[in-house]
């Protein structure tokens, strides 16, 4: 059930990197205050491929302790990937 989990978790961060990386291509912004930082200073893909690597292997350790906090993790993360889809 955790790699399922896991899985998920790092699948959302794929999505959220290609929705926010469309987003900005087409002339949006960042509305997450600390990625704007980030996006000020390091390039886009750098900082999405870091978060979409360590992210889930953080869901994945919490998820074996706290299985319900990772699933709340997917559960946000599914409502970022779909605002963000929404406004593609």
Avoid: R
Avoid at 60 to 65: C, K, Q, R, T
């Amino acid at each position: 059930m955790i790699y399922i989990l896991s899985l998920t978790f790092f699948i959302l961060q794929l999505l959220d990197w290609y929705t926010t990386h469309t987003i900005l291509k087409n002339g949006g912004y960042e509305q997450n205050p600390l990625m704007a930082i980030l996006f000020k200073y390091l390039d886009i893909n750098v900082v999405m491929c870091m978060k979409s690597i360590i992210l889930p292997l953080l869901g994945y350790v919490i998820g074996l302790e706290y299985p319900l906090l990772l699933v709340a993790l997917i559960v946000i993360y599914l409502f970022v990937v779909i605002h963000n889809w929404k406004s593609i």
